[in-house]
């Protein structure tokens, strides 16, 4: 007999598979690896069949699999390329549940470009319960990227001395709503966010960082202060009081990429909290509402050739983002109605 917990899961993963497109035909792979959520795994498999769906276990025998965690922490970095029949088996699926975390991987932009969407679901279930998607919400986020589509610059500010600016017009936006149901598109669950990438070395300016805004992978506050002095397209010098124990974490991995400016965008999920404390890794900070995402290293997830291990996501609250001459974030609260949040 299942458990009232083990009923909600089903529920809950069988409405992320209707908003991900999923009935009868369709063929969605499921992927983990070792003793990684497999109650997921099987949850998925299980709602995907009863949809109809032809579903695919695509399971790696791994003897000790990278936890979420981890695996943020060194991103693009996962076994699958060593097995090719479960690589062909994802390429060949309309829908790839990704249970592994292959984001910034050359593997997820193979399956990408074959025509399979995919979608990545590793956060604890309480994470995606309260923050499950919906259509509103990808209506908004989708309002948002109209607007960046056509932004030559973006700009953003603090009162503490940020103000840098980014080149626009030549790179992928990646959207983030929750689900997906676009072949060749991918998304995470929980999402609402979005962002991109500068024109080649066409970023300079500065960023401070005050307390209370956010490191990731660390999952720390900032205590007192961190202050980014960016050139074309790079950071050249890390200043103030928490500089030195963040050089030291970016050293550890030996590659002068990780100082590559990568993405930048704003979180529109009224639904997140600003906390550093929550299980899983750290969707609520990344996709808070009215946030500015500031963030170091790899860039293949949206068509660049920056494969870095080393990714930093960096939140940041009470920030004024422009695109061109248009406010679209003043001091952390969002500003255009077709991107606001009912009651915000």
Known sequence: MTTAAERDMYELFRSELVLCGVKPGVNVAVLSEGDQLQDYAATFIAAGRELGANVENVHLPTAKAMSASERIANVGQNSLSRHPAAMKTCKQADLVVDHMLLLFSREQIEMQKAGARVILVVEPIEILKRLAPTKAQ???????????????????????????????????????????????????????????LAKNNQVNGRVVMQPKDIIYPLKSFVEK??????????????????APALKKFVETYKDPRAYAISHIGWGLNEKCEWRVDLPGIGMDGRAHYGNVLFSLGPDTEFGGDNDTACHLDLPMKNCTLYLDDEIIVERGKVVPADMRAPAH
């Open 225 to 242: 202060g961190i202050e980014f002095i960016i050139r074309d397209g790079r950071v050249v010098e890390m200043k103030g009081p928490d």
């Open 138 to 196: 990808r209506q908004r986020v989708e309002a948002a990227e109209v607007r960046l589509k056509r932004a030559k610059t973006l700009r953003f500010t603090n009162d503490a001395g940020t103000d840098v600016t980014y080149g626009l017009g030549d790179k992928e936006i990646l959207t983030e709503y929750g689900y997906t149901d676009t072949p060749g598109r991918w998304d995470h669950w929980p999402g609402g966010f979005l962002a991109t």
